[in-house]
């Protein structure tokens, strides 16, 4: 418990120190969402590389959805993935009806607009981790009503 505790603290003080930097001059604010993705993105590639290590090999692309769904999300966040969806031609749909990065924000319409600055961490997490899985990706994410949010996730032939 005290272990996510740790990281929802430490997740704010990113996302609020990238952009208060961001309005004191150094920097752009469209820069900020790129540097959590990209903090995401390695740490997701590192996680992955530790949760796999003594797992078998995947079938298959959606194999490796269900397990980011629900083990690696587990693992981190300490619940599965409410639901998955596929077209079977590449994108996936990842639905969290109470996630917890935006449980700590008020449940009223007047945070909605702040959203999407605490979802790129975890965007870069999820690309991150496929990535070291084999699978290029592209993760977006999106909130309609809080803290319920969904990740789109299309990925990439080579």
């Not at 692309?61 to 083990?71: A, Y």
Request: aromatic share 10%; hydrophobic share 40%.
């Amino acid at each position: 418990m005290a272990d996510e505790a740790l990281f929802l603290l430490l997740h704010g003080e990113m996302v609020a120190g990238l952009y208060r930097a961001a309005e004191q001059g150094e920097g752009e604010n469209g820069r900020c969402t790129t540097k959590l993705e990209s903090m995401g993105f390695r740490v997701g590639q590192g996680l992955i590389e530790r949760f796999t290590k003594d797992t078998a090999r995947f079938k298959d692309e959606l194999d490796i959805m269900k397990f980011i769904c629900k083990d690696f999300w587990t693992t981190v966040f300490k619940k599965q993935i409410d639901n998955l969806r596929t077209n079977h031609q590449g994108i996936y749909v990842l639905q969290d009806n109470k996630f917890r990065l935006l449980t700590q924000m008020s449940a009223g319409k007047q945070y909605l607009e702040h959203a999407p600055k605490y979802l790129a961490f975890t965007c870069g997490l999820i690309r991150g981790g496929l990535s070291n899985l084999g699978i290029k990706s592209i993760v977006t994410a999106e909130v309609s009503s809080m803290p319920a949010c969904k990740f789109q996730v299309m990925i990439q032939k080579m």
